[in-house]
């Protein structure tokens, strides 16, 4: 059984960094969908960005290209959301997520692509 531990939260002023860790426990397989997702207060949980676990493929929402960037690591069984240039709109609970089916950019951004949610971690992002 996976299961995954978000770190790396916090405050920040704008135009700051972060750097959120995701920790996988258990056994992952290539093919699985990594996904960072966030969601603000009375908004939707929408993606930040994707990740086939094997590397190759990333894939980023529109507000966020150019300034995050997602990363793993294989020995540590990690996944990472570089935030860069941080704005007050990037204020909300970051979630990571896996999805065992696989990974694909034309359903990255789906929350039913994931099947394994991580607790979230709070950032925020002071003017």
């Known amino acids: 059984q996976v299961q995954l531990v978000e770190s790396g939260g916090g405050l920040v002023q704008a135009g700051g960094s972060l750097r959120l860790s995701c920790a996988a426990s258990g056994r992952t397989f290539s093919n699985y969908a990594m996904g960072?997702?966030?969601q603000?207060?009375?908004k939707e949980r929408e993606v930040v960005a994707g990740?086939?676990?094997s590397g190759g493929s990333t894939d980023y929402?529109?507000?966020?290209?150019g300034r995050f960037t997602v990363s793993r690591d294989n020995i540590k069984n990690t996944v990472y959301l570089q935030m860069n240039s941080l704005k007050p709109e990037d204020t909300a609970v970051y979630y990571c997520a896996v999805g065992r089916?696989?990974?694909a950019s034309s359903s990255y951004h789906y929350p039913t692509t994931y099947d394994?949610?991580?607790?979230?971690?709070?950032?925020?992002?002071s003017s």
């Open 101 to 103: 089916l696989g990974y």
């Open 116 to 125: 394994l949610w991580g607790q979230g971690t709070q950032v925020t992002v």
């Open 51 to 53: 990740i086939r676990w």
């Open 36 to 38: 960072w997702f966030r």
């Open 61 to 65: 929402a529109d507000s966020v290209k």
């Open 40 to 42: 603000a207060p009375g």
